[in-house]
């Protein structure tokens, strides 16, 4: 009898899915396969060892694009369904995907369903990952049942046209480590992070909504949060104490809001971050060695377009190695910064409008590979970006300057240097047309004398470089 009855389910789900093949309309060739009666063996299709029931189908990128016929509701054993990346010609999501009970994988992104998402959908109390991004839910809120997915990890709700207040179900997730509202019409926080979810995220993408006022305070309390992004919103304020609460942070970024006040001190105790990103605000105030003190592991640090000091005393010593440096707008002078002689691994220096008026030190442009300076640099570790413009940088540039290719600029990468806009004499050093691999290199409204440009037409900087001189 239990022989009989696993035929005949698996019957039905076959049938199941060859409604589903008659119908549709897709040049993908992977549905070739689709022929004889053990529909296990076709591809896209997987099903339970045991029982034989199909467990999991995968039509992503089918290239779909008429409504899902109701006979896939007969797949009764389904635990994992992708449709992503289809063009289902904006229709509703189907309700029968709610009578899969047995649901641990729903991937319904950027197939164009719009409108309201199903209250069946509430039936799925065993997912584990659900994905409704790039969807068109215009006008919809987000579900509260979704609060009810006891198991659920992963929601992703991205690029979807959600709107107004976070649900404070969404709280009641104390499994979920992943959560992203990035890019919808978002304009409250309400109370869902002060819920179970606070001990288990550890991603929050919160980035192009429309959130606005000062940034909550039970942020802190998010104590395994290791990726937060508040980018492109409208927040005010400063950045708060609280956020040094987030021992396990390793990415922040806040750039591109409205922040107009100062930044605590407490973010030098975040000793596991990696990237600091607070560029675009109208933050105001003095960053000391005390902001950075434990940042052992920072690589990227951008406070770009804000109005921030950088006061450093003259031999500090950094406790990071950074990759990627932006300071343009901020007050790093009037001295020219003497930590960076520390820094071995920078692939990108931006330090325009930054104050200095000073000469460029000796040990920056060092030619002895053995120095610690910034130039020369190792093969392995091409300096990428360097623009130094808009300060009242003083003196010569070096003949070795010339020598950049063998310093580590990589004439496989898209290089930039940008010293235009200060107060470099002297003459051009010819040895400029050694440098093969710039794209782009920018020397004007300076005080520099020569005849470079002669030199440049008989023998380009590059395939694709440009110069301005």
Same mark, same amino acid.
């Given at each position: 009898?239990?022989?009989?009855l696993?035929?005949?389910a698996?019957q039905?789900?076959?049938?199941?899915?060859?409604?589903?093949?008659?119908g549709?309309h897709?040049?993908?060739?992977d549905?070739?396969?689709?022929?004889?009666?053990d529909?296990?063996?076709?591809?896209?299709?997987?099903?339970d060892?045991?029982?034989g029931?199909?467990?999991?189908?995968?039509l992503s990128?089918?290239?779909?694009?008429?409504?899902?016929?109701?006979?896939?509701?007969n797949?009764?054993r389904l635990?994992?369904?992708? *449709?992503s990346?289809?063009?289902f010609?904006?229709?509703?999501?189907?309700? $029968?995907?709610?009578?899969?009970?047995?649901?641990?994988?729903?991937?319904?992104?950027?197939?164009?369903f719009?409108?309201?998402?199903?209250?069946q959908?509430?039936?799925l109390?065993?997912?584990?990952?659900l994905?409704?991004s790039?969807n068109?839910f215009?006008?919809?809120t987000?579900?509260e $049942?979704?609060?009810?997915?006891?198991e659920l990890?992963?929601?992703?709700l991205?690029f979807?046209?959600?709107?107004r207040?976070?649900?404070d179900q969404l709280?009641? #997730?104390?499994k979920?480590?992943?959560l992203? @509202?990035?890019?919808?019409?978002?304009?409250?926080?309400g109370?869902?992070f002060?819920?179970?979810i606070?001990?288990?995220?550890?991603?929050?993408?919160l980035s192009a909504?429309?959130?606005?006022?000062?940034i909550?305070?039970?942020?802190g309390?998010l104590?395994?949060?290791k990726?937060?992004d508040?980018?492109?919103n409208? *927040?005010?304020?400063?950045?708060?104490?609280?956020?040094?609460r987030?021992?396990?942070?390793?990415?922040?970024?806040?750039s591109?809001n409205?922040?107009?006040?100062t930044?605590?001190e407490?973010?030098g105790?975040?000793n596991e971050?990696?990237? /600091?990103?607070?560029n675009? %605000? $109208?933050?105001?105030g003095?960053?000391?060695?005390h902001?950075f003190?434990?940042?052992?592991?920072?690589?990227?640090v951008d *406070?770009?377009?804000?109005? /921030?000091? @950088?006061?450093?005393s003259?031999?500090?010593?950094?406790?990071?190695?950074?990759d990627?440096?932006s300071t343009?707008?901020c007050? @790093?002078?009037?001295?020219?910064?003497s930590?960076?002689?520390?820094?071995e691994?920078?692939?990108? #220096?931006?330090?325009s409008?930054a104050?200095?008026?000073?000469?460029?030190?000796?040990w920056f442009?060092?030619s002895?590979?053995?120095?610690?300076?910034?130039?020369p640099?190792?093969?392995?570790?091409?300096?990428?970006?360097?623009?130094?413009?808009?300060n009242? @940088?003083?003196g010569?540039i070096?003949?070795?300057?010339? %020598?950049?290719?063998?310093?580590g600029?990589?004439?496989?990468?898209?290089?930039i240097?940008n010293?235009?806009?200060?107060?470099?004499?002297?003459?051009?050093p010819?040895?400029?047309t050694?440098?093969?691999g710039?794209?782009?290199?920018d020397?004007?409204?300076n005080n520099l004398?020569?005849?470079?440009?002669?030199?440049i037409?008989q023998?380009?900087?590059g395939?694709?470089s440009?110069q301005?001189?």
């Amino acid at each position: 009898m239990l022989y009989l009855l696993l035929v005949l389910a698996a019957q039905t789900e076959r049938e199941a899915l060859l409604v589903f093949l008659r119908g549709l309309h897709s040049t993908v060739n992977d549905f070739s396969s689709w022929l004889g009666k053990d529909c296990c063996k076709w591809n896209r299709v997987g099903c339970d060892n045991a029982t034989g029931h199909v467990v999991s189908l995968d039509l992503s990128f089918s290239q779909l694009y008429e409504r899902i016929p109701d006979q896939l509701g007969n797949l009764s054993r389904l635990q994992t369904l992708d *449709l992503s990346g289809n063009e289902f010609q904006y229709s509703t999501i189907p309700e $029968f995907i709610g009578s899969f009970k047995e649901l641990k994988y729903l991937d319904l992104s950027f197939s164009h369903f719009f409108r309201k998402i199903p209250d069946q959908l509430g039936n799925l109390s065993r997912l584990q990952a659900l994905d409704l991004s790039g969807n068109e839910f215009q006008y919809s809120t987000i579900p509260e $049942f979704i609060g009810s997915f006891k198991e659920l990890n992963y929601l992703d709700l991205s690029f979807s046209h959600f709107f107004r207040k976070i649900p404070d179900q969404l709280g009641n #997730l104390s499994k979920l480590h992943t959560l992203d @509202l990035n890019g919808n019409e978002l304009n409250e926080l309400g109370e869902s992070f002060s819920g179970c979810i606070r001990n288990s995220l550890q991603e929050l993408n919160l980035s192009a909504n429309s959130l606005s006022g000062d940034i909550p305070d039970w942020i802190g309390g998010l104590k395994s949060l290791k990726i937060l992004d508040l980018s492109r919103n409208s *927040l005010s304020g400063s950045v708060l104490d609280s956020l040094g609460r987030l021992s396990s942070l390793q990415h922040l970024d806040i750039s591109y809001n409205c922040l107009n006040g100062t930044v605590s001190e407490s973010l030098g105790q975040l000793n596991e971050l990696v990237s /600091l990103t607070l560029n675009n %605000n $109208f933050l105001v105030g003095v960053l000391t060695e005390h902001h950075f003190a434990n940042l052992t592991r920072l690589k990227s640090v951008d *406070l770009s377009g804000n109005s /921030l000091v @950088l006061n450093m005393s003259s031999n500090w010593v950094p406790p990071f190695q950074l990759d990627y440096i932006s300071t343009s707008s901020c007050t @790093l002078g009037p001295r020219f910064p003497s930590w960076l002689l520390t820094q071995e691994t920078l692939t990108s #220096l931006k330090l325009s409008f930054a104050g200095i008026s000073d000469s460029i030190p000796n040990w920056f442009w060092n030619s002895n590979t053995s120095s610690f300076g910034l130039i020369p640099r190792t093969e392995d570790i091409p300096l990428q970006i360097l623009d130094l413009s808009s300060n009242k @940088l003083s003196g010569v540039i070096p003949r070795n300057f010339g %020598n950049l290719s063998i310093w580590g600029f990589d004439s496989s990468l898209p290089t930039i240097m940008n010293l235009s806009r200060n107060g470099l004499s002297g003459s051009i050093p010819e040895e400029l047309t050694n440098l093969t691999g710039l794209a782009v290199l920018d020397l004007s409204k300076n005080n520099l004398i020569g005849a470079l440009l002669e030199l440049i037409l008989q023998q380009p900087l590059g395939k694709n470089s440009s110069q301005r001189l």
